[in-house]
Structure formats: structure tokens, C-alpha cells
T-cell receptor
Framework: DSGVTQTPKHLITATGQRVTLRCSPR?????VYWYQQSLDQGLQFLIH???????AKGNILERFSAQQFPDLHSELNLSSLELGDSALYFC?????????FGSGTRLTVV | GESVGLHLPTLSVQEGDNSIINCAYS??????FIWYKQESGKGPQFIID?????DKRQGQRVTVLLNKTVKHLSLQIAATQPGDSAVYFC???????????????FGQGTILTVHP
């Protein structure tokens, strides 16, 4: 157990739907990062939150959004889902340095 | 640049051999580098890290070498075991200020297969 908790582990949904992925960082870590890993793209950075504030955006689609709550957990919202959104979604948390990844959410869009 | 993941390089070794996995990084401003191991269906697992003020760091059975001149990292695994079989990624990042580091940018990954 890495200390970073992601739920759900698996999600199957239809095109056009909206889903929410949840991440609880390690205790004391203020930063949360979201990554998408698909078969043909490797690990792609989506967004970084630090203590509730957005710090950086990567290749995140406008259909996707995220937030970090006062208790530091984070949610990634994916809407108007397309088949190509099927991927593993990881979050990582960090303190001053050192990143710890969760076990991911496998999203399948059918 | 961003990870591209297509046609991952592969390295196949015999159990007990030493393995060397190489990585070229892209950002001259990066000052912190990490190697991760990822097994199928799991999240990346930290192996070893190195800061830009060092050129070598050793862990248990692993060594990371950093050559900033040519922006190159390598991971050496001694006495490779079948349990080391996985995809290995290098990642780079930079100090984003305050107490936060920036995003990790991953290399494309290398598939290591260890034969008994």
C-alpha cells in the first residue's frame, strides 16, 4: 500500500457519460498530480493541485476538470466520454519532493 | 518532451546478469530525476532518485547515473532477478517554488524481461 488511495479501481461506462475519479493523498502531502496512461501514449500529465490551488495544467481536455478539496483529496471529473478516453488514470501525491503513485483507476468507455 | 510510449524499447537478460536501462531527458531546467518500475496493471513504483547536484547514487542493487552535459540518465540493476521484469520509466521534474515540485515528465519506458 503506497498510502495514496484511488477509487474506484475499475469503471465501465458508456460514451457520452460523466464519471468522477477520486484520489486521497498520503497523509501530509499537499500536492496531487493526475496522469493518464493509455496504451499508445505512456504517462501523460493532466493537472497539478497544491493545497487546494491549481498549479499547472498539462494535456487535459476541456471535457475534463479537477479540484482539490480542503481535506486535500482530489477528484477528476471526465465528461462527454469518448472511446478514446479509455485508459488508466493515476494520481500521485508529494510533499516537498518525492512522488508516490496510487494504484490507478482503469476506465473503460464502451 | 512528453512521454510518447510507442514501440517501447526492450531489454532481455538472463537471471543474474546486470541490466542497464538508458534514458534521455529533455529539459535543461530539470533538477530532480526519478526511476520508476511499473508492473502490469499497477501504479509506478519508486526505485531511486537523484538530484542534479549529483552524478551517481546507489541503492540496494540499483545505481543511477546522471550526465547533465548530454542530458542522459541510466539505471543499473545488479544481479537481475525475474521479479525485476517490468516497464521502467525515467522521470524528470524541477523545483516549482515554495514547497512544491512541478509535474513529472516521463520518458517512454523500457520493457525489461528477465529469463530464469
Amino acid at each position: 500500500d503506497s498510502g495514496v488511495t484511488q477509487t474506484p479501481k475499475h469503471l465501465i461506462t458508456a460514451t457520452g457519460q460523466r464519471v468522477t475519479l477520486r484520489c486521497s493523498p498520503r497523509s501530509g502531502d499537499l500536492s496531487v498530480y493526475w496522469y493518464q496512461q493509455s496504451l499508445d501514449q505512456g504517462l501523460q500529465f493532466l493537472i497539478h493541485y497544491y493545497n487546494g490551488e491549481e498549479r499547472a495544467k498539462g494535456n487535459i481536455l476541456e471535457r475534463f476538470s479537477a479540484q482539490q478539496f480542503p481535506d486535500l483529496h482530489s477528484e477528476l471529473n471526465l465528461s462527454s466520454l469518448e472511446l478514446g478516453d479509455s485508459a488508466l488514470y493515476f494520481c500521485a501525491s508529494s510533499a516537498d519532493y518525492g512522488y508516490t503513485f496510487g494504484s490507478g483507476t482503469r476506465l473503460t468507455v464502451v | 518532451g512528453e512521454s510518447v510510449g510507442l514501440h517501447l524499447p526492450t531489454l532481455s537478460v538472463q537471471e543474474g546478469d546486470n541490466s542497464i536501462i538508458n534514458c534521455a531527458y529533455s529539459n535543461s531546467a530539470s533538477d530532480y530525476f526519478i526511476w520508476y518500475k511499473q508492473e502490469s496493471g499497477k501504479g509506478p513504483q519508486f526505485i531511486i532518485d537523484i538530484r542534479s547536484n549529483m552524478d551517481k547514487r546507489q541503492g540496494q542493487r540499483v545505481t543511477v547515473l546522471l550526465n547533465k552535459t548530454v542530458k542522459h540518465l541510466s539505471l543499473q540493476i545488479a544481479a537481475t532477478q525475474p521479479g525485476d521484469s517490468a516497464v521502467y520509466f525515467c522521470a524528470e521534474t524541477y523545483d516549482a517554488g515554495g514547497t512544491s515540485y512541478g509535474k513529472l515528465t516521463f520518458g517512454q519506458g523500457t520493457i525489461l524481461t528477465v529469463h530464469p
